[in-house]
């Protein structure tokens, strides 16, 4: 079984993200680990194999209470050994080395740092809390404390008018060795201070074609260097693919605890409550937190294999399409066959949609 735990506290809100957050000066560090735990009590899962702390910023939560999430957690099942993956994201002002011996301490195993950017400048636009040195030094931090899984964020895509270097971002990137980086572009979400920013004319919205450009900018100069693409956003070197991750693009069952969090057991998906205080009170009244469920059709969970097949490296088995992929599609190098799978290529990977769209339109109209 895969866990997901959602700490959704913040110190602000990124200027691009829709996530469910609280923002706190104090976190009710105390409160939200008796909610945790009081709602695992009723959750449905057995021996964990994978542990994600997800958020939000869980490097906002002290120490003790991580690891007494991660000491009871797998008790509450009587895991016989402790997950083999054991991640927290974290930013990178909240990352010391007597920090990292904790975590490390408590089990954590990997850390995925929110990097996002190493241009200062770029920082302070996208509302984040933290500067290019504090990454370097958090990276120091946790290897000094014998972490060494760790995963670097960075979005690319941003307005031309910030002059981001992506190419500098990418060589300092690749000068701080981490095991596995995952590049998200941007995206514009509705009531998020970027798209408010775009609606008064304040900046531009990303441009599909520079998009495109230091997508495929990052796979070239990523590979390179040894890591290797196993899903549309993620590189690792070898050995070092994020476990719990893969566990949502093979269809895995897997629970989620905390507002927003999402549960499925491979028919029925799950999600929580969204908003903090509505879960709080929802788990302390003794009430389902469960916001709203889907049990998944046959047809529809076909049709969402193709799609998260498509998203990684293995591809999709050609059976599983009942027709040949469009021949437009490989000529124009966005899919190749290979041991019976059909697989995307980098500039495939950038049409993920209208692919599936044509390959959904295929297999419907068989």
């Known amino acids: 079984m895969h866990l997901y735990i959602h700490v959704p506290f913040c110190q602000r809100r990124c200027s691009y993200c829709d996530f469910s957050i609280a923002v706190r000066r104090q976190i009710p560090a105390r409160e939200y680990v008796d909610v945790i735990l009081k709602e695992a009590r009723g959750a449905d899962f057995g021996e964990l194999e994978t542990l994600y702390f997800g958020g939000g910023t869980p490097s906002l939560l002290p120490a003790d209470a991580i690891a007494e999430l991660v000491q009871e957690l797998p008790s509450l099942r009587r895991t016989p050994h402790a997950a083999r993956e054991v991640t927290i994201e974290a930013n990178p002002e909240d990352v010391t080395v007597d920090s990292a011996c904790a975590w490390r301490a408590a089990g954590i195993n990997r850390v995925s740092l929110g990097a996002q950017s190493f241009d200062d400048a770029v920082l302070k636009w996208m509302h984040r809390s933290h500067d290019a040195e504090q990454t370097h030094r958090a990276v120091r931090a946790l290897r000094d404390a014998g972490i060494e899984n760790i995963s670097l964020d960075l979005i690319f895509g941003l307005p031309e008018e910030l002059h981001r270097n992506w190419e500098r971002d990418l060589d300092i990137l690749c000068s701080l060795l981490p095991a596995h980086c995952s590049l998200y572009g941007l995206t514009v979400e509705p009531r998020t201070p970027l798209d408010r920013w775009i609606s008064r004319g304040a900046t531009q919205a990303p441009n599909d074609d520079r998009y495109a450009e230091e997508y495929l900018t990052a796979h070239r100069r ?145």
Request: charged fraction near 25%; aromatic fraction near 12%; include cysteine.
């Open 222 to 366: 990523l590979t390179a260097d040894g890591y290797s693409f196993y899903e549309v956003s993620n590189a690792s070197l070898p050995g070092f693919r994020s476990q719990h991750n893969s566990a949502y693009w093979s269809g895995k069952a897997y629970v989620g605890l905390g507002p927003a969090a999402h549960s499925f057991d491979g028919r029925t998906r799950r999600w929580n409550l969204r908003a903090w205080e509505a879960y709080r009170r929802a788990i302390a009244e003794g009430r389902s937190a469960v916001e709203s469920e889907e049990t998944l059709s046959a047809e529809q969970r076909d049709l969402e294999a193709i799609y998260l097949g498509l998203r990684t490296v293995e591809g999709v088995p050609l059976a599983a399409l009942r027709r040949p992929s469009p021949p437009f599609a490989a000529a124009l190098g966005w899919v190749f066959e290979e041991g019976g799978r059909l697989k995307c290529t980098p500039e495939g990977w950038l049409r993920l949609d209208s692919l599936v769209s044509e390959l959904t339109m295929q297999t419907e109209t068989r």
